[in-house]
């Protein structure tokens, strides 16, 4: 969630040179950015794994001598080098993680509950007290284009008058996860539209091979896991009309290149601040029930015990949001 607000920061300040510093799984996310924006990436799991290892980290990047520090995620990692790097003289500005308007969320009323400010502007905060106010405009990390679908022709093919759709079903946990056997019906009604092409995100084998099914079962379904990595995977998502996801990392993604979403909440609700990227609350699918939001991560078990949430959202409509957004 932070490459919109870091994208448009680096074209409004074409002449301050940005460091990027995030896990080196995130690189691709920042390939595309502007010529005065570097990524630094961080080992977490060796070399800058443990105090010992943030300790390196912090010594590789004071060479910086970074005039500015900004910590856009306020983790126990990020507090000991801006603590560090604000000791060597850097001036910092910590993200404000909202956690008290956060737990209100939870426990208010259902007819009380109002959106508390989203994780984008709560960036936006933070460079604007550092002295770098920010214009959020950024549309896609392809700008006004698409990626280039050459680079992955040989597995997706080539994108004619079909209307291409994208379904990422899983999630980090069971609350934000609609149940599998309803999603299968969603693909199975899907897979019967005439001239559309059905893409399948996932990863890890448990989900390689429930996709794989899916694959098997219905035409024309394909599965992309384990064919892609992450910046062929956003070229692909660029060119989907409308992807289908969970409160999930395959939301944020299709966000950042300008594609449609139509996401599914169950624990979780979009007025916890994060929605993705410009996407539109009346694409999120969602039952009102008194239990909800029972988190803002999603990771707490249903204290109903059934996850009404997500089990009474019907498969047909899922299916009526995706064929509206693609007619």
């Given at each position: 969630m932070t490459v919109p607000i870091v994208h448009s920061l680096a074209l409004q300040y074409p002449l301050d040179e940005i460091v990027m510093l995030s896990k080196e799984s995130m690189r691709p996310l920042f390939a595309e950015m502007p010529t005065n924006v570097t990524f630094f990436g961080a080992d977490v799991k060796n070399k800058h794994k443990g105090i010992g290892g943030l300790s390196t980290l912090y010594g590789e990047l004071k060479q910086y001598n970074f005039d500015y520090v900004a910590d856009l995620h306020n983790v126990l990692r990020s507090k000991y080098l801006t603590l560090r790097l604000r000791m060597a003289g850097s001036e910092v500005v910590t993200l404000q993680k909202g956690r008290k308007e956060k737990k209100k969320l939870i426990k208010a009323d259902l007819e009380e509950i109002s959106a508390v400010k989203s994780s984008?502007?709560?960036?936006?905060?933070?460079?604007?007290?550092?002295?770098?106010?920010?214009?959020?405009?950024?549309?896609?990390?392809?700008?006004?284009?698409?990626?280039?679908?050459?680079?992955?022709?040989?597995?997706?093919?080539e994108k004619k008058t079909e209307k291409w759709v994208g379904i990422a079903p899983f999630a980090a946990h069971k609350g934000k996860i609609y149940p599998i056997e309803l999603m299968e019906k969603v693909v199975a009604e899907l897979s019967l539209r005439e001239n559309t092409r059905i893409f399948l995100f996932g990863g890890g084998a448990k989900e390689k091979k429930i996709l794989a099914r899916w694959e098997q079962k219905y035409k024309p379904v394909e599965s992309v896991v384990g064919k892609l990595q992450m910046n062929t995977e956003l070229i692909l998502m660029s060119h989907i009309d409308v992807m289908l996801t969970m409160d999930s990392a395959n939301m944020h993604l299709a966000s950042?290149?300008?594609?449609?979403?139509?996401?599914?909440?169950?624990?979780?609700?979009?007025?916890?601040?994060?929605?993705?990227?410009?996407?539109?609350?009346?694409?999120?699918?969602?039952?009102?029930?008194?239990c909800r939001p029972c988190s803002i991560y999603g990771n707490k078990p249903c204290k109903r015990g059934d996850y009404a949430c997500l089990t009474s959202i019907a498969p047909t409509t899922v299916v009526h949001k995706i064929e509206t957004l693609i007619n």
């Open positions: 984008f502007a709560r960036s936006l905060e933070v460079f604007k007290l550092l002295g770098f106010p920010v214009q959020a405009n950024f549309v896609s990390i392809y700008g006004d284009q698409k990626g280039d679908l050459s680079l992955i022709r040989s597995i997706v093919g950042l290149v300008n594609t449609s979403v139509v996401s599914i909440w169950g624990a979780t609700h979009p007025y916890g601040g994060f929605l993705g990227w410009k996407q539109l609350p009346t694409n999120a699918i969602q039952v009102d029930l008194s």
